[in-house]
């Protein structure tokens, strides 16, 4: 399952690696960044770094880590230059997987976080006319842990099956520690339920991957969704639900259902 969070969706971009400028790279103007974030998601599986920069018409951005050590650098060409550049970019680093059963096990959760330390991190960016573009934002390694789905829950190996008029509730307990018992203070911040029709597949339009998706964001006392009758079709389904930190970071736990054809 692709697993996606609240950012906005990029695409068509096509963007390059900057070599490094002999020239000045900014003008004396500075400006601020809309907004600069990087956050870490963690899933039963794996590990990434997602990182979002939120700006109208720049050309260019670099991003430092709190060693001051450049991680980003990224600059437009041709024709998107033309068109003013970027106005917001989100991407994510390659998963890093953890659990050291699975075949594809690269790393621990523990090489993941010295690899990306928390503190400050900087960006900056060339807007209109060489404009200097500024952004900071913190990065912690405080990580909820794992939300625990209480339901639906699956009929021994397979998953659950629903009819379309059935009362759906996506339910699981409130998460109050942190990720495999790390001593830290965490506060949940909201939580976010995301479904995907998982077949049958949507194949043309593209419009935002393969499958049909709703997104339900809840306050943080909130554990439980009923599933909009409307949204409800006959076919397989599969749900995140996310416990999103005061930091950003965040945690995901999956599930799976099937919706039966009607009579």
Same mark, same amino acid.
């Given at each position: 399952?692709?697993?996606?969070?609240?950012?906005?969706?990029?695409?068509?971009?096509?963007?390059?690696?900057?070599?490094?400028?002999?020239?000045?790279?900014?003008?004396?103007?500075?400006?601020?960044?809309?907004?600069?974030?990087?956050?870490?998601?963690?899933?039963?599986?794996?590990?990434?770094?997602?990182?979002?920069?939120?700006?109208?018409?720049?050309?260019?951005?670099?991003?430092?880590?709190?060693?001051?050590?450049?991680?980003?650098?990224?600059?437009?060409?041709?024709?998107?230059?033309?068109?003013?550049?970027?106005?917001?970019?989100?991407?994510?680093?390659?998963?890093?997987?953890?659990?050291?059963?699975?075949?594809?096990?690269?790393?621990?959760?523990?090489?993941?976080?010295?690899?990306?330390?928390?503190?400050?991190?900087?960006?900056?960016?060339?807007?209109?006319?060489?404009?200097?573009?500024?952004?900071?934002?913190?990065?912690?390694?405080?990580?909820?842990?794992?939300?625990?789905?209480?339901?639906?829950? &699956?009929?021994?190996? +397979? @998953?659950? /099956?629903?009819?379309?008029?059935?009362?759906?509730? %996506?339910?699981?307990? *409130?998460?109050? $520690?942190?990720?495999?018992?790390?001593?830290?203070?965490?506060?949940?911040?909201?939580?976010?339920?995301?479904?995907?029709?998982?077949? &049958?597949?949507?194949? +043309? @339009?593209? /419009?935002?991957?393969?499958?049909?998706?709703?997104? %339900?964001?809840?306050? *943080?006392?909130? $554990?439980?969704?009923?599933?909009?009758?409307?949204?409800?079709?006959?076919?397989?389904?599969?749900?995140?639900?996310?416990?999103?930190?005061?930091?950003?970071?965040?945690?995901?736990?999956?599930?799976?259902?099937?919706?039966?054809?009607?009579?």
């Amino acid at each position: 399952m692709t697993h996606t969070r609240h950012f906005p969706a990029i695409c068509c971009l096509s963007l390059a690696l900057a070599a490094v400028l002999s020239a000045p790279l900014f003008a004396d103007e500075e400006d601020e960044f809309g907004a600069t974030v990087v956050i870490i998601e963690l899933t039963d599986n794996d590990i990434e770094l997602q990182v979002f920069i939120d700006g109208f018409d720049y050309t260019r951005v670099v991003g430092y880590d709190p060693n001051e050590v450049r991680f980003i650098d990224l600059k437009t060409r041709g024709r998107l230059t033309d068109q003013n550049g970027f106005s917001e970019i989100f991407f994510a680093s390659e998963p890093s997987h953890y659990l050291e059963e699975e075949d594809d096990y690269d790393e621990s959760v523990a090489d993941f976080l010295a690899r990306w330390p928390a503190g400050e991190y900087e960006f900056e960016g060339t807007g209109p006319g060489g404009v200097r573009l500024e952004g900071e934002t913190m990065l912690t390694h405080v990580l909820p842990d794992l939300p625990l789905i209480v339901a639906p829950l &699956p009929d021994g190996e +397979d @998953p659950p /099956v629903f009819a379309p008029d059935d009362e759906l509730i %996506i339910d699981w307990d *409130p998460v109050t $520690t942190c990720f495999e018992g790390v001593v830290c203070d965490i506060e949940i911040f909201e939580y976010q339920v995301i479904l995907d029709q998982a077949e &049958p597949e949507r194949v +043309d @339009p593209w /419009v935002d991957g393969d499958t049909r998706r709703a997104l %339900i964001n809840l306050p *943080p006392d909130v $554990t439980e969704v009923t599933v909009p009758t409307e949204f409800i079709a006959p076919g397989a389904y599969e749900f995140e639900v996310l416990a999103i930190e005061v930091s950003g970071n965040s945690t995901i736990s999956v599930g799976e259902f099937d919706i039966e054809e009607e009579d």
